[in-house]
């Protein structure tokens, strides 16, 4: 099928139209040529700490060494990262990769229920958990695959304030639930451990995974999209291309404020800004805006990523406006719609442009992205980055003219392998022809800017995070006193859009505030419905299909 490119002759000054995936042969091959060119530089700061890239070397070694001389892991065995965004995930995640480990990011928010899905799903062998979320990891250890575990605390690699940082946490802010892990080992004791064992050379390719990603595709059910070696040198160089010249070798200094363990993070922060040199400043609760005005104003900060709300917060935060944004040349608003309303505001306070991009957990992530230099916001999620296809197709599998609206189709080195252990579910979005689906209605302008118009899935986006209906009512079944339910996504102002939960009773008795609790007991916070409605009845097809659409445009009409 041939495809229209007209994007290519509006591509920013000195972005190529194709990226040699074969720079790097793999991912690790990525950070130790950073390791080797910015060794005295720092390449993370937590908590106002450095780390230099001479440091997460050594460091990342030692895990390496203790996974493989200590717990015998090898090339392919998967180990979950459960954790924010501290200094110990970076040098976990350098390290299980240079050891030939697959890594399953796992969200440190997870409820019991989840995690055990994923650790099993994913035959994860070995954890690594900050002590915050430990009471998790033990309600459902003993019905996982897991055989190892290594805990952390946050002040752990933070110097002589981190025993104090892990004090107050523990004792005075009550964030450590109490936990009985006794087969756990610390941190700092596996980097010990490891130290001894020398970093045995892994043989890594294009076709090796190295991240199981979690998402729920097109479905409920979570699934983890198998990223590749290749994958994910591919979206780093394609990314890494299109800041270009915007940034410089070894002196910038990115806000890592989305957690790491999203790929959108993972890839922008984590790979693009490495590869640079860059010194990734990470912001462990983004959520504590007071504390992150002031994490700002000490960083010397040059590049900031983020989703609409985050911007949205920090806009309104008293302080923020006062910071010196003398440096600050980049600003990247994906994982959710950016609002006109905040890309405004933040051109206005802080005189650079909040340029838009488009991507999905399956194409690790980049798809499309605004030329940097774009002069304000334009309400299009930008052009295909290189060496990427984006085309518009009818239902019926055929491409659509420019202008036509349809649904949003993807082909590049990008593209995920698969789903883990479901191909059933990976023939439903990826063809043979290498087109991934991915849900999106949309249309393409004839410069080749691409505008998303609505989602063809039923997922709801909550600040950047993906919510599958399907798994919210899966987990709201489970209660004896309901009988039906349907999820929908209904707008809100400061996340995009919030759960409401349309619910037919089975027993009558049943408040809105003991489902509340018990939404609360099994699902992650951004999970959770912010709106309940009981009902007689749900709307259905002749098939008895639930009718979420209907729920959704029913709220529209009431809007």
Known sequence: MSIERPWLDHYPTGVPSQIDVNTYASVPAVFEEAFKHFRERPA????????TYGQIDEMSRQFAGYLTGELKLGKGDRIAIMMPNVLQYPIALFGALRAGLIVVNTNPMYTARELKHQLEDAGAKVIVVL????ATLQQVVAETPIEHIITTGIGDLLGPKGVLINFVLKHVKKM???????QAVRFRDALTRGAP???????????????????????GVAKGAMLTHGNMIANMLQAGAWVGTNAKPGEEVIITALPLYHIFSLCANGLVFTRLGGLNW??????????????????GFTALTGVNTLFNGLLNTPGFAELDFSKLHLTLGGGMAVQRAVADRWKKVTGCTLAEAYGLTETSPAVCINPLDIKEYNASIGLPVPSTDVAIWS????????????????RGPQVMKGYWQRPDETIKVLGDDGWLHTGDIAKMDANGYFYIVDRKKDMILVSGFNVYPNEVEDAVMQHPGVLEVA?????????GEVVKLFVVRKDPNLTEEALRQFCRENLTGYKRPKFIEFRDALPKSNVGKILRRELRD???ATA
């Open 44 to 51: 993370f700061a937590n908590f106002g700490h450095k780390l």
């Open 131 to 134: 002590d915050n979320f430990a």
């Open 176 to 182: 450590v639930p109490a936990f009985d892990l006794p």
């Open 197 to 219: 064992h020398p970093l045995q050379p892994v043989t890594l390719g294009h076709d090796d995974i190295a991240f199981l990603q979690y998402t729920g595709g097109t479905t």
């Open 282 to 299: 990470l912001i462990t609760n983004p959520r504590d805006m007071p504390g992150f005005v002031k994490e700002l104003k000490q960083s």
């Open 395 to 410: 239902e019926e599998g055929q491409p659509l003219p420019t202008g036509e609206v349809g649904e949003l189709m993807v």
């Open 487 to 495: 999820a929908v996504g209904v707008p809100d102002e400061h996340s």
């Open 554 to 556: 029913e709220k529209k």
